[in-house]
């Protein structure tokens, strides 16, 4: 086992294949590829990550995705060197799918309490040991780092299963993972015209901690499913949005 990690490693320093691989336009068809499904698949996490960055103020917000990238790099460097041992790191999915489900939690049970003028922008910060120890910022790339760590054992695997070639794993995923950010960075927008979407986000958000969770006891809920109740979710949110502006604007007449 050590050895074939020790193998994946090795081939990813290997510049004589990088030289090979960056002049084919075969290999670049699979990277591509891969890259489009890396940021189909990751659309759960750009939605956990909009949602996480979204308090902060906006020159932050841009930082703290460009640190998340970072660290994205690093963790699907590390986890396609480790490999089909990924699959024993299950415990990492369920820290994943319990901290999600403890946000989303948290979230309906602090829309659920009486609210003072004022407080509704102060509840929408990270709060906790991580914004005590660390700041709102750095405890929001911290939250950003540790989904990433999550989906990245669920991104790899499934990379995997479509090329055996480390190379093409690791340039796709990064493609794919710059890609994904950008879908973020449409989200956080589209959460700033559209306020309700953040309740839709962490509706989402419990149902991807549910979906994440029960892959530890082997069902898989199909990503076109996710897809299906995103776009559903997202429709409703719109119809619920545009009933409220129509009313505030006739009120305001």
């Not at 939690?105 to 005590?132: A, C, H, I, S």
């Not at 939250?143 to 990433?148: A, G, I, K, N, Y």
Request: aromatic share 14%; net charge negative; charged share 20%.
């Amino acid at each position: 086992m050590w050895e074939e990690v020790v193998s994946n490693f090795a081939s990813m320093l290997d510049w004589q294949m990088w030289a090979d691989v960056l002049s084919s336009p075969k290999a670049w068809g699979l990277i591509l590829s891969l890259a489009v499904l890396e940021c189909i698949l990751s659309a759960d996490n750009a939605l956990v990550l909009s949602a996480f960055v979204k308090p902060l103020p906006k020159q932050q917000q841009k930082k703290a995705l460009v640190y998340g990238l970072w660290g994205a790099y690093i963790f699907r460097f590390i986890f396609i060197g480790l490999g089909t041992f990924l699959i024993k790191l299950w415990f990492i999915k369920l820290i994943g799918a319990l901290y999600l489900l403890w946000l989303a939690v948290k979230f309906f049970m602090d829309k659920l309490k009486p609210k003072e003028d004022g407080d509704e922008e102060e509840e929408r910060k990270p709060k906790g040991w991580l914004t005590q120890t660390f700041g709102v910022f750095w405890a929001t790339v911290i939250s950003v780092e540790l989904m990433d760590l999550a989906f990245s054992v669920d991104s790899i695997l499934t990379a995997l299963a479509v090329s055996d070639e480390v190379w093409v794993v690791l340039l796709g995923g990064m493609i794919g993972i710059l890609l994904m950010r950008g879908v973020a960075t449409f989200f956080i927008s589209l959460m700033n015209r559209v306020p309700e979407l953040e309740t839709t986000a962490y509706f989402l958000i419990l149902f991807i901690a549910i979906k994440m969770g029960l892959t530890l006891v082997d069902i898989e809920i199909p990503n076109e499913i996710f897809i299906v109740v995103l776009v559903v979710a997202f429709v409703i949110t719109f119809i619920v949005h545009g009933i409220r502006k129509n009313r505030a604007e006739k009120y305001s007449h």
